[in-house]
């Protein structure tokens, strides 16, 4: 059980970073389909980064020392890198949607064709191989909070909660669950959040009581870009040992899906997220998966192809978006571009 | 009867080739700086690799190699245009689905859905029926129509989401591929096809020539000798002008580009607005489902199975295709044509200088992003900036389809 709570919140925790950012651009009026490719831009850079900042020799010796609290300064530097190369290219989107008031499927749809090209031919020219890893030693290694850091014993028993939280865990997920947080709150609890979601439900009334549309949606997609920019490289960190091959395996579309699953609400979103994990993490692991830690897989016992558990939360996000068609929250103005003639 | 009297740059057609051939243009050029400054900062290529590279990528499919001297060499290459054909095979097929959906007001970003689809269909045919008994030319035709059903149920999926119950196209395309992803990597895994008997090589399904079924060449090799070239390509092209026909010539297609100008409007001219958009899908989808058909049944192309994790990019190249061919399915022949001379130039690129592939990938990418706001390009073409828009946005459909951009 304390395995799989950790590896669900692995999943869990970058998509529902991600399906944020899809909110935050959706909820400016901005459909933001990138979501895919910025987080394999993310991913990329964060990997790059980890990869100059070892080859520098800037934190050699914290690792040497095991100085586990620089190291993971590191990473938080290393997501700040990537969050904030995730909002320059997202940039791009913005751009062509709103100063030229493109097609923002297609604006999107070339930004996904974009990152994995882009960052597969920087990868082949630096490394000349598909895969960009760290300079030295693995992501379990540099980053991983283990037990013994935190002062407790090698064999000291944590109990439920410190073997599922403190034990071969990521801090950096902990501090994306920070993120989502304070970003929920100041999407529905602050007067720029507010301002915001107006422009994304109805942009003349917005922009005729002085809010200025083409900033907030501005605003929408550089804050989108750089959350799933982060997400990418959270993801390459705790699920492909910190390293880049211009593909993050339809993660992005999946937190798309989340957020659709979600109604475009946080709280939903944070749900479905856990929900989407948990299938991601069954479908990785689940023929090892021992729930209760009595030797029995009773998962694998079920006979199920790990196979099902994969196209689970994209058949389940098809069904849901079949029976709420109706209710839908999804934001009225999203698509259209802000013409101000229109008002 | 007006536009004949009009400038030529104020002609629609006139200014959507322009816009396409500027797209082009700039595409080509941004891939000519990533290379200069990827170049111009990495040691082991430096400025001379950089024009070598930037000299492939624009007339790649001329290349020859290089001569003692270590030059590039260009000239007619038979090998190159005949892959080319042979890779335009699949995308021209991809393009024409997505600009058949997008004539009925749809986005098809699901083609690479319908892609796996139908090749997972045409596969499963061509492998499982016995060559001893049955004739291949059969089993090949089988499976090609069996590819176009597959594509053409999954395409329908999205369609009947739209037409019922009003769920966008987009969304639902996009769970569907990878609905298909997973899907066809399970079918495999749980087939027999997976190549056994060719030890070196893992997660390969067996050519369809391990059960005598391959394309015919229909001459198209003794024109090009030693591509990959074969029948396919013009069975895409009858099919581009099969669609041509049936959009600008038909009462089907009239009905179909009018409720992509305006379902309401359509409905209310009494045509059956949900049928015709559960049609369209599912023609698109057919075609998309051909391409992967045609592309598996040449005989020398393996299909990797483990697709879930990423979709074929035939699928989103589809979407260049049609965009760069402004929707119209006779300049799709073209424009297909003309990614896949790009591919065969990143091929070039790879193989003569230090760069790779992928930056042809990147000027597809470019081409799309510039295509996402051609309206743009084609309004400031035709001079009088916004002026000009109203006056070509008359009521024939092929116009209408400008306004429908416009409104997007």
Redesign the interface.
């Known amino acids: 059980m304390p395995f799989l709570i950790r590896q669900t919140l692995i999943y869990a925790v970058p998509l529902m970073v991600v399906a944020l950012a899809g909110i935050f651009s959706e909820r400016s009026g901005i459909i933001n ?1 990138a979501l895919e490719g910025i987080m394999i831009f993310g991913a990329f850079i964060g990997v790059l980064f980890v990869r100059i900042v070892q080859q520098a020799g800037w934190f050699n010796a914290a690792y040497a020392d095991g100085n586990w609290v620089a190291l993971q300064g590191f990473v938080l530097l290393t997501m700040l890198a990537a969050a904030i190369l995730g909002a320059t290219f997202s940039l ?1 989107l913005a751009f ?1 949607a709103i100063n ?8 999107g ?6 990152a ?3 960052v ?3 990868i ?2 630096l490394v000349n191989q598909n895969t960009l890893q760290m300079a030295t030693g693995g992501a379990a290694g540099w980053f991983m909070v283990k037990k013994t850091m935190l002062g407790y014993d090698k064999d000291a028993a944590l109990g439920f909660f410190g073997q599922t939280f403190l034990d071969k865990v990521y801090f950096a997920t902990y501090f994306c669950l920070i993120v989502f947080v304070v970003l929920s709150i100041i999407l529905y609890k602050t007067r720029f959040g507010l301002r915001l979601r107006s422009c994304g439900e109805n942009p003349q009334a917005a922009d005729s009581l002085g809010i200025n549309v083409v900033r907030m949606r501005y605003a929408g997609v550089t804050i989108s870009g750089a959350l799933a920019g982060m997400g990418g490289y959270v993801y390459a960190l705790t699920t492909a040992n910190c390293s880049s091959t ?2 993050v ?2 993660f992005g ?2 937190a ?2 989340v957020m ?1 699953f979600g109604n475009w609400k946080p709280l939903n979103v944070a749900l479905g997220a856990l929900l989407f994990g948990l299938f991601k993490c069954v479908a990785a692991s689940f023929s090892t998966l021992d729930i209760n830690g009595d030797g029995i897989f009773a998962l694998a016992n079920l006979g199920v ?1 790990t ?2 558990y ?2 689970l939360p ?2 389940i ?2 069904i849901v ?2 029976f709420t ?1 109706k209710s839908s929250r999804a934001p009225k103005a999203e ?3 802000y013409d101000k003639s229109t008002r | 009867m007006k536009e004949k009297k009009e400038p030529f740059l104020r002609r629609n057609g006139a200014r959507s080739v322009l816009a396409s051939l500027i797209s082009i243009l700039i595409g080509l050029l941004a891939g000519g700086v990533v290379i200069l400054i990827v170049g111009l900062a990495t040691p082991s290529l430096g400025l001379r690799s950089a024009w070598d590279g930037i000299r492939l990528a624009f007339f790649g499919i001329l290349s020859t190699g290089r001569d003692a001297l270590g030059r590039l060499t260009f000239g007619f290459n038979p090998v190159n245009i005949g892959n080319m054909l042979f890779r335009a095979t699949p995308v021209i097929l991809t393009g024409l689905s997505v600009a058949m959906a997008n004539k009925t007001g749809l986005f098809n970003i699901g083609a690479s859905g319908q892609y796996l689809a139908g090749t997972c269909a045409t596969l499963f045919i061509a492998l499982s029926i016995p060559s001893e008994t049955v004739p291949p030319f059969v089993i090949w035709l089988l499976a090609f129509l069996g590819g176009m059903l597959a594509g053409a149920l999954w395409g329908s999926i999205p369609g009947l989401l739209k037409a019922l119950l009003n769920i966008n196209e987009v969304i639902a395309c996009i769970m569907t591929n990878w609905i298909a992803a997973n899907v066809v990597t399970w079918l495999f895994d749980v087939s027999n096809l997976k190549n056994l008997t060719e030890s070196t090589k893992s997660g390969y399904i067996y050519k369809t020539t391990f059960n005598n079924v391959a394309t015919a060449k229909l001459g198209l090799d003794r024109l090009f000798p030693g591509s990959q070239v074969n029948g396919g390509i013009l069975v895409a092209i009858l099919l581009a002008v099969a669609v041509y026909i049936v959009m600008s010539r038909t009462t089907f297609g009239y009905e179909l580009k009018a409720c992509g100008a305006n379902r309401h409007a359509a409905r209310y001219a009494g045509i059956r607005d949900k049928r015709n958009i559960v049609l369209s899908m599912a023609m698109a989808g057919a075609l998309a489902g051909a391409g992967g058909s045609l592309y598996y049944l040449a005989g020398n192309t393996e299909f990797f199975w483990n697709t879930y994790q990423s979709l074929p990019a035939a699928g989103f190249n589809g979407i260049a295709v049609a965009l760069l061919a402004v929707n119209n399915p006779l300049a799709v022949i073209f424009t297909g044509c003309f990614m896949s001379m790009l591919n065969i130039a990143g091929l070039q690129i790879k193989n003569l200088t230090g760069y790779n592939e992928y930056i042809t990938d990147v000027i597809i990418a470019v081409i799309v992003y510039l295509a996402a706001f051609s309206l743009i390009i084609k309004l400031w073409l035709g001079g009088r900036k916004k002026k000009a828009a109203p006056a070509a946005r008359t009521v024939t459909p092929d116009k209408a389809d400008e306004g429908k951009e416009a409104q997007k």
């Open positions: 389909l791009l062509a030229l008031k493109a097609d923002q499927t297609i604006g749809t070339a930004l996904n064709m974009l994995p090209a882009l597969l031919f920087l082949r020219i211009g593909d395996a339809g579309f999946l798309l899906a659709i192809s196979h099902f994969r196209l994209y058949l996000t098809l978006l079949a068609s698509g259209i571009p």
